[in-house]
């Protein structure tokens, strides 16, 4: 059971608005560079400002926006006929790297280790690798969990919110950290041995 798992109902929610960019003429593509482009600009200025309280405060809000576009991009391309070998190249790339972008950045914030941030990042990046060597060797691109996309970014954003209002970054942003690393790791293995399967 994951974040990921809710995707449908919220599919359902933003269905009305995929509707609304389809009729004026808005590609998955340019939906897709459009969160790149977000979470790109959103690091940089957690990186400029060394951890600011407002660009922290941020973070939480550009997740929810990154994660509403990237489901909007695959219904645009899913039920509107718009889907191509570019656009799935674009959204796997766009996808690691708007979390390198966004996640990094936290090796900034004082009180956070900066190796644990390190291996949150590489551990996730090794999780969308295990994801997509399912669909590599002929079977279907793995989402299982219990650490998938949708759940580091609320990792990051719950870790970004609470140091934001004020919260010092201690053992408890290190334990989550630390949790997360090694429930990605177990998502790797779960990847691994279901798309061999």
Known sequence: MTIYDLKPKFQALLRPIVDSLYTKGITPNQVTWAALILSIITGA?????????????????????????????GILAKEHNMMSDKGAMLNELADVIS????????????????VLVVLFVVVGLFTEVAGILGAVIGGTRRYDGPMGK????????????????????????????????????????????????
């Open 45 to 73: 200025f957690v990186v400029m400002t060394d951890g600011a309280t407002w660009t922290l405060l941020l973070i939480p809000f550009v997740m929810f926006i990154r994660m509403a576009l990237n489901a909007i991009d």
């Open 99 to 114: 979390d390198v972008a966004l996640y990094l950045p936290l090796a900034y914030i004082a009180g956070l280790s900066p």
């Open 150 to 197: 949708s759940d580091r970014a609320f990792v990051v954003g719950l870790l970004a919110l609470l140091i934001g209002l004020g919260l010092t970054p201690g053992w408890w942003a290190d334990g989550l950290l630390l949790l997360s690393i090694m429930l990605g790791m177990v998502t790797v293995y779960n990847r691994a041995k279901r798309g061999l399967a």
